[in-house]
Antibody
Framework: EVKLQQSGDELVRPGASVKMSCKAS????????MHWVKQSPGQGLEWIGT????????SYNQKFKGKATLTADKSSNTAYMELSRLTSEDSAVYYC???????????WGQGVMVTVSS | DIQMTQSPSSLPASLGERVTISCRAS??????LNWYQQKPDGTIKPLIY???NLQSGVPSRFSGSGSGTDYSLTISSLEPEDFAMYYC?????????FGGGTKLELK
C-alpha cells in the first residue's frame, strides 16, 4: 500500500525556518517525482515545486523560489521541504503528493499545518 | 500561469441527486485536466485524470468530460460520502494550477 506520512504540525516564530518531512512507503521512491502543495486557510491549492529523487533535480513555482527548498534522502525514502524567513503569509497546510507522469497527483500525504506566530 | 475557474463555488444538493461542477481554463489545456476531492479532515483523494479517466477505486458514479478550455465533473447520484470540496487542476502547462474549489453541501 502506497503511503506518504508527513511530519507533525509546527508552530514557528516569524523570521524562522521550518523543515518538514514526507516519508514514502509501498513503492520505489526513486521511480516517482514528489511534489509539494500549499493550502492557505480557507483557500485553494497552490503548487510549490517538485523533486525527482532519482537525480535530485528540483523545479519550483516562481512564486516560491527563495522561500521553499526541496530535498530528498533516498536512503530513508523521505522527501523534505524547508521554508525560510517565515511570515504570517506562510501559515498554511502543506501537502506532499506523488506524481505519476506529468503533474497528476495520485497519492497525497495527510498535510502539515504550519502556524507562524510570535 | 493558466488560471482555472470553477463554478459554482458552493453547490447545495440532496442525496441521490445528479450534480455537475464546471472548470474553465484561461487557455486551451488539451484535456490535461484532473479532479480531486478534499474531505473536511483535509484528506485529498484523486478522482479523475486526463479529463475522463477514473482513478482506480473511484466509484463509477463519478465521471468527467470536456475539451479545449471547458471541463466538468459529474456525480450521477450523490451518496453521503460525496459531500466535500472538489478541485480541478491542469497539468498542460508549467506550473500546474488548481481551480478555487467547489463545496458540495447537503441541502
Amino acid at each position: 500500500e502506497v503511503k506518504l506520512q508527513q511530519s507533525g504540525d509546527e508552530l514557528v516564530r516569524p523570521g524562522a525556518s521550518v523543515k518538514m518531512s514526507c516519508k514514502a512507503s509501498g513503492y520505489t521512491f526513486t521511480d516517482y517525482a514528489m511534489h509539494w502543495v500549499k493550502q492557505s486557510p480557507g483557500q485553494g491549492l497552490e503548487w510549490i515545486g517538485t523533486i525527482i529523487p532519482l537525480i535530485d533535480t528540483t523545479s519550483y513555482n516562481q512564486k516560491f523560489k527563495g522561500k521553499a527548498t526541496l530535498t530528498a534522502d533516498k536512503s530513508s525514502n523521505t522527501a523534505y521541504m524547508e521554508l525560510s524567513r517565515l511570515t504570517s503569509e506562510d501559515s498554511a497546510v502543506y501537502y506532499c503528493a506523488r506524481a505519476v507522469a506529468t503533474e497528476y497527483f495520485d497519492y497525497w500525504g495527510q498535510g502539515v499545518m504550519v502556524t507562524v506566530s510570535s | 500561469d493558466i488560471q482555472m475557474t470553477q463554478s459554482p463555488s458552493s453547490l447545495p444538493a440532496s442525496l441521490g441527486e445528479r450534480v455537475t461542477i464546471s472548470c474553465r481554463a484561461s487557455q486551451g489545456i488539451s484535456n490535461n485536466l484532473n479532479w480531486y476531492q478534499q474531505k473536511p479532515d483535509g484528506t485529498i483523494k484523486p478522482l479523475i485524470y486526463y479529463t475522463s479517466n477514473l482513478q482506480s477505486g473511484v466509484p463509477s458514479r463519478f465521471s468527467g468530460s470536456g475539451s479545449g478550455t471547458d471541463y466538468s465533473l459529474t456525480i450521477s447520484s450523490l451518496e453521503p460520502e460525496d459531500f466535500a470540496m472538489y478541485y480541478c487542476q491542469q497539468d498542460a502547462s508549467f506550473p500546474p494550477t488548481f481551480g478555487g474549489g467547489t463545496k458540495l453541501e447537503l441541502k
